[in-house]
Nanobody, 121 residues
Framework: EVHLVESGGGLVQPGGSLRLSCAAS????????MTWVRQAPGKGLEWVST?????????YSADSVKGRFTISRDNAKNMLYLQMNRLEPEDTALYYC?????????????WGKGTLVTVSS
């Protein structure tokens, strides 16, 4: 059974940093693209970033986070990460880890329960 468990969220001041983690199990992690998606309070889902499968990975990021957020993966540990720097109040959201497809971002067929990031002074 596929499981995705996020951690690392919390309260941070504007300009600060956080590192989110996602522990994956129940599938061959290295075979899949992996994605972070967020949902701000009262708003819809927003795609954040995707990392390609395997070891020579490609990275795709939303314009809103480019230059501030970095997605990465550790295939040996079945872990997905999101390093978030220069955080802004607009980054406040519930952040989800999702399993993407074997060839691209879609489909996102399994999701974790999310970890809450609050950016506030």
């Amino acid at each position: 059974e596929v499981h995705l468990v996020e951690s690392g969220g919390g309260l941070v001041q504007p300009g600060g940093s956080l590192r989110l983690s996602c522990a994956a199990s129940g599938f061959t992690f290295t075979n899949y693209y992996m994605t972070w998606v967020r949902q701000a309070p009262g708003k819809g889902l927003e795609w954040v970033s995707t990392v390609g499968r395997g070891y020579a990975v490609s990275i795709y990021s939303a314009d809103s986070v480019k230059g501030r957020f970095t997605i990465s993966r550790d295939n040996a540990k079945n872990m997905l990460y999101l390093q978030m720097n220069r955080l802004e109040p607009e980054d406040t959201a519930l952040y989800y880890c999702a399993r993407s497809g074997v060839d691209g971002i879609i489909p996102m067929d399994y999701w974790g329960k999310g970890t809450l990031v609050t950016v506030s002074s």
